[in-house]
């Protein structure tokens, strides 16, 4: 798997690519895997429902991103707009690629570019409460917590004021 596209998505550690047809065996075999969809919804998936939903066929309202740890694919990522400038983006990642920063490293970068590239001033996650290593990944990644909604913990990213897009985030009282 190459990283060298000119849409990836680079961080530091990891780069994020669009996800495409060519990634169906993989996806679909990571989604019917239990210990991965663990943190996406709990249910493995068939081989349809990935293919509908997690290789861009939902683009440009959901965009569907395989994240590289180097060449090597260690989780998927995806957002969609909720509004003019804002939306919301959800990831995960190969159980032997986490507490590793994988996940933090390709949340910042992902986020810089929907502030810098796409617009947004405001971008949200919504992890299981009960998932702690997934929100201190999301609060490693400068996501500040909102509230709760239901099972799960709202936490959002804004740049800091006047500083640049994808830049420090704003603090929180």
Not at 2 to 31: N, Q
Not at 120 to 145: I, L
Request: charged share 20%.
């Amino acid at each position: 798997m190459k990283d060298t596209s000119e849409d990836a998505i680079r961080g530091e550690a990891t780069s994020l690519v669009p996800a495409t047809e060519e990634h169906l065996p993989l996806l679909a075999g990571w989604f019917a895997d239990p210990a991965f969809v663990r943190g996406w919804g709990g249910r493995p998936l068939t081989r349809e429902e990935v293919a509908a939903k997690y290789i861009g066929r939902r683009r440009p309202a959901v965009v569907s991103l395989l994240v590289l740890d180097g060449a090597e694919p260690v989780g998927y990522a995806q957002y969609a707009a909720t509004g003019p400038h804002e939306g919301g983006i959800d990831m995960v990642l190969l159980p032997h690629a986490q507490g590793q920063g994988r996940g933090p490293d390709a949340a910042r970068a992902l986020v810089r570019h929907l502030c810098t590239v796409v617009g947004w001033n405001r971008v949200t996650v919504d992890p299981e409460a009960a998932d702690h290593r997934a929100v201190r990944a999301w609060s490693k990644a400068g996501f500040c917590p909102v509230g709760p909604q239901g099972s799960r913990l709202l936490k959002e990213y804004r740049p800091a004021p006047g500083g640049p897009p994808g830049g420090a985030p704003e603090q929180h009282a």
